[in-house]
């Protein structure tokens, strides 16, 4: 597999339901990121980790845990989560060099809802 | 204050015509890179270009350009020979090399090609 990916595509959630999301890149890259996009608002950056140390986390509420075990693998733990949580969350990673401008590759995204 | 400016929310274009995205940038930073990505109605986002601030020359990828004019601050997207699969969300982004190195996300524009 090459690329980012990301598990699941698509999620519905209660309230009280703990799920988590997954992201894994094969890019050798050394940063990534847990973006949410919501309709009508840019792109939310949620956390932020590089070289596995979470490095931002922009005041994100409680609910939401993220959890970086390798420089492959990123979660997106999810607990009692409300409506306006429902989005779509984008992982993305990248070579994170100081001064070199390297873009961004994101998954495809998964698809929140929450009922 | 917001550091990307997208003011089209949304754009049409007639199939092999050419049509210009606009983005306009805040930062204080010297150096920083600009992007362009594309999201279609999947979810991913699709890395389209890149120009750095100290770049003299304009950005050229295939039938993308960009058209950077760096006293206004403008970015500004270039489709040549638009195709029905360019229909899609358009994101500009700017990453600033020394304020803290994340990417701040525009609005967006949507595209809509017709045929």
């Known amino acids: 597999e090459t690329g980012v990916t990301q598990t699941p595509r698509h999620l519905v959630m209660g309230m009280t339901n703990k799920k988590s999301l997954k992201c894994e890149q094969h890019?050798?890259?050394?940063?990534m990121y847990w973006y949410k996009q919501s309709a009508k608002k840019p792109l939310e950056l949620m956390f932020v980790?590089?070289?596995?140390?979470?490095?931002e986390n922009n005041s994100v509420p409680s609910r939401f845990s993220p959890e970086c075990p390798n420089s492959s693998h990123l979660f997106l733990h999810l607990h009692t989560l409300q409506p306006e949580d429902s989005a779509l969350y984008l992982c993305?990673?990248?070579?994170?060099?100081?001064?070199?401008?390297?873009?961004?590759?994101f998954g495809s995204g998964t698809r929140l809802t929450v009922v | 204050a917001q550091k990307i400016t997208q003011t089209q929310p949304g754009m049409f274009v007639q199939e092999k015509e050419a049509v210009t995205l606009d983005c306009t940038y805040d930062?204080?930073?010297?150096?920083?890179?600009l992007f362009w990505y594309k999201q279609p109605s999947s979810g991913e986002m699709i890395f389209l270009i890149y120009?750095?601030?100290?770049?003299?020359q304009n950005a050229t990828e295939g039938r993308y350009s960009l058209n950077f004019q760096k006293a206004r601050k403008s970015a500004n997207l270039v489709i040549s020979a638009s195709q029905l699969g360019d229909s899609a969300m358009y994101f500009c982004?700017?990453?600033?090399?020394?304020?803290?190195?994340?990417?701040?996300f525009g609005p967006g524009t949507r595209l809509s090609v017709l045929p």
């Open positions: 120009q750095g601030s100290y770049d003299q």
């Open positions: 980790y590089s070289l596995e140390e979470r490095v």
């Open positions: 930062t204080s930073d010297p150096s920083y890179g």
């Open positions: 982004a700017m990453r600033e090399d020394n304020y803290g190195q994340n990417f701040v």
């Open positions: 890019l050798g890259h050394n940063a």
């Open positions: 993305a990673s990248s070579q994170d060099d100081y001064g070199q401008h390297y873009g961004y590759t």
